[in-house]
């Protein structure tokens, strides 16, 4: 097992990772938390979103979480578009002038109307009304059960064309909380609505990790009395134990092709970092070395991995190729960095620093070397991406509850994800939706 010192010494989100102590929650069955903005950017895009046409046939419209969406992101200011007879449904009915004069930039207009098989026929428009012109025009046939995620889907395309990066509304995330004595694997909307409990265990689940694909999650039980390194299958409900073996079996990671996973195991001594198949099959070790190397993460090409060690005496972040060799060492700032997790386009990290006692969520510049604290603290840990690269998922110790946040990846937006009485911890971001 890994020495208590060394866990004494490791960010809080490692510690969490292998600790039993959740704090009493309230019952977490069909809770869904909620998003609300606590720190926006002051250079949002004002956007009117038009109630669509026809759309109060149903119970659950179309344009309600569409302009939900966009006004959580923290990049869009929503306008007022109530009140408008007639109703623009298509870009040609839009008045540049009018909706200039209420102060918006941009109007998303459209309409739903019942096809022949059941369905419907949802169409939309998204028109600039500065510089004139429509920015896109689609329509989409989808069932009612579809409504949910064809405005996640909107409001995606609406933020791609806007901002300039894909939008992640049609995410899911995972995360773990408690209910009573019992540990959940919950997967929700990334609007932390639709929440669905994948996995529920009377001992602790740890350490949730997306397949690249969406259609797995790898992470740790200890309901063996000892963790286990499990890879649950989202479609069917069935789950392989890929790491059983002799003492500790810890944070997987799967990689970008989704066929290996790296994890961290005890099984020849001390905890170093082993890399198999997904299914659990061929597994070698990385490194041999007498410290402690943990908490691995690929870079998006693969070829190499981030990892955690006290080989230079304190928990610091390093790199190795996974073929083992040479490796590199990335932190130098301070004597406390863990958790990294790559950007996605490979430039740099986001990682767990502690700082004066302060434990925060910072990117790291690989090539300008230059760190970027993201977060106040005082107890920020387990950061997870948005698959955009734009956001940050991570927890925090709020009276001894954890909760969930987000954060740019410029430091200006920042959402607290609300649930209330929950012990919710060790957010996941899943990957862009396919």
């Known amino acids: 097992m890994i020495p208590m010192n060394f866990l004494r010494s490791l960010s809080r989100a ?35 979103v038009s109630g669509f046409e026809g759309e109060s046939a149903w119970p659950l419209g179309i344009s309600g979480v569409v302009a939900a ?13 109530g009140g408008v007879v007639p109703r623009p449904a298509r870009a040609e009915d839009v008045k540049p002038d009018f909706w200039r004069a209420r102060g918006a930039d941009a109007v998303v207009v459209g309409s739903m109307q019942a096809a022949a ?13 500065v510089r004139g012109g429509t920015l896109i025009a689609t329509q989409f046939v989808v069932t009612r059960e579809q409504f949910r995620a064809t405005a996640h889907r909107i409001a995606d395309e609406v933020y791609e064309k806007l901002i300039g990066h894909p939008g992640v509304f049609s995410t899911r995330i995972a995360y773990i909380a408690k209910q009573g004595s019992r540990y959940q694997l919950v997967v929700a909307d990334a609007d932390g609505a639709e929440p669905q409990t994948v996995v529920s265990a009377g001992e602790p689940l740890l350490s949730p990790r997306w397949s690249p694909d969406g259609t797995r999650i790898a992470y740790v039980s200890l309901e063996q009395k000892k963790p286990v390194v499990y890879v649950q299958n989202l479609a069917t409900g069935g789950r392989t134990a890929v790491a059983a073996f002799r003492g500790s079996n810890s944070a997987p990671a799967f990689s970008p092709d989704g066929r290996k996973l790296a994890v961290t195991l005890t099984r020849d001594g ?57 490796v590199e060492r990335i932190t130098f700032d301070g004597s406390y960095n863990v958790a990294p997790r790559a950007l996605p386009d490979g430039k740099g990290m986001v990682y767990v620093r502690r700082d004066g006692g302060r434990y925060q969520v910072a990117t790291l510049d690989f090539a300008t070397r230059q760190t970027q604290v993201l977060t106040a603290g ?18 925090n110790d709020s009276g001894g509850r954890g909760i969930l946040n987000a954060v740019s990846i410029d430091g200006r937006v920042k959402q607290r994800i609300v649930s209330p009485a929950l012990d919710v911890r060790e957010p996941a971001w899943g990957p862009l939706a396919r």
């Open 14 to 48: 490692a510690l969490v990772a292998l600790s039993l102590a959740f704090a009493a929650a309230a019952p977490v069955a069909r809770a869904q938390l909620t998003i609300e903005i606590v720190g926006g950017t002051g250079t949002a895009i004002p956007i009117a």
């Open 117 to 129: 098989d059941g369905r419907v026929e949802v169409r939309y428009a998204l028109v600039d009304v």
């Open 378 to 395: 005082p107890l920020d840990e387990s950061p997870s991406l948005a698959p955009n690269g734009q956001l940050v998922l991570y927890a």
């Open 270 to 326: 001390g905890s170093q970092l082993y890399l198999m198949n997904a299914d659990g099959t061929d597994l070698r070790r990385i490194l041999s070395s007498p410290s402690i190397d943990t908490e691995a993460w690929f870079m998006p090409d693969g070829r190499s991995l981030l990892f955690t060690s006290d080989r230079g005496g304190s928990p610091q972040i390093y790199r190795v190729g996974v073929d083992g060799g040479a």
């Open 69 to 81: 969406d966009l006004g959580r992101s923290g990049l869009f200011r929503n306008v007022d578009a």
